[in-house]
């Protein structure tokens, strides 16, 4: 009876499914979260009659054959990297890309790291950090005494002296983009890594051929939409249902057997 491990296959591969949509859901006001989606695919099948297997002396063949299936597995959770809405928030230090790329942040370590939220502050020094104080590269120094703070979509930080009429650049900010985003590897606190499958990042500045753009006082939401996620969430509870209703049947009909005379 493989309808057991067959359903059992089915339970679990809903379980994941439901532990992704609830990931999801709970990110929905997380800045520059990308939603997930798993992946599934067929196990294995066994072939009580092979496709095109002779069934007699003449030469003629199985059309179809006989083959069952032993179930489902999971073959990835892949991010939906959709734009996410931009939200104006009127803080002159969030940024928002409007189009393709990533935010490149520098981690204690030393090693790179991504990002597509863009709620800069400013530290004791004077840089532009993440909220984890982590510096944003290439980095951006802005002087104590300076008066009002501009960045414009490509990029270049600029700041007004007393009096001073034309304005100083503090920096200029880039993006890096991927050959393959979907690669990166989350790590938490809505950074990235790179990783082999994601291959190296290429930076430039924004506004270059295919590179977004990047807007002061906007923040981009999450793209979860609240509405199709509670639609996959009863879909998979649903499925998840069933496939313990199998296991059900199967322990019956394996019952009625035990109880032949």
Known sequence: MKALSTAATGMLAQQLNVEVISNN?????????KRRRAEFQDLLYQNIERVGANTSDSGSVSPSGIQVGVGVRASGVYRISEQGALQSTGNKFDIAINGNGYFHV???????AYTRAGSFQIDQTGQLVTPEGFVVQPAVTIPQEALDVTI??????????????????????NLAIFPNEIGLEAIGSNLMVESQASGSAALAAPGQAGYGTVFQGFLENSNVNAVSEITNLITAQRGYEMNSKVIQAADEMLQAANQLR
Do not use: F, H, K, R
């Not at 859901?25 to 979260?33: C, D, F, K, P, S």
């Not at 520098?106 to 790179?112: E, F, I, K, R, T």
């Not at 490509?154 to 503090?170: F, I, M």
């Open 152 to 173: 414009n979509e490509q990029g270049e930080v600029q700041y007004n002296l007393t009096g001073q009429t034309t304005p100083s650049v503090a920096g200029q900010l």
């Open 25 to 33: 859901i709970a990110n929905m006001n997380t800045t520059g979260y």
């Open 106 to 112: 520098q981690l204690p370590d030393g090693s790179d």
